[in-house]
């Protein structure tokens, strides 16, 4: 099957995709910190208040 029959398919399916995806990811996370794992995530572990993927970057907020 050609490439471009298949893209009405597909246009109609995305939306489901992300929806499932999206509902999967915030149930569980794609990576967890372990403290035990070296110090970089240790510490990331303890003073990070999580991440923010953006556009062109990775966002890690931190606690005062």
Not at 5 to 11: A, F, G, P, T, W
């Amino acid at each position: 099957m050609a490439p471009e029959k298949l893209q009405s398919v597909i246009q109609a399916l995305l939306p489901y995709l992300n929806q499932s995806l999206r509902s999967y990811f915030s149930q569980q996370p794609a990576y967890v910190l372990r403290e035990d794992a070296s110090t970089g995530e240790a510490l990331a572990k303890k003073y990070a208040k999580g991440i923010e993927v953006k556009p062109g970057e990775i966002v890690i907020p931190f606690t005062n």
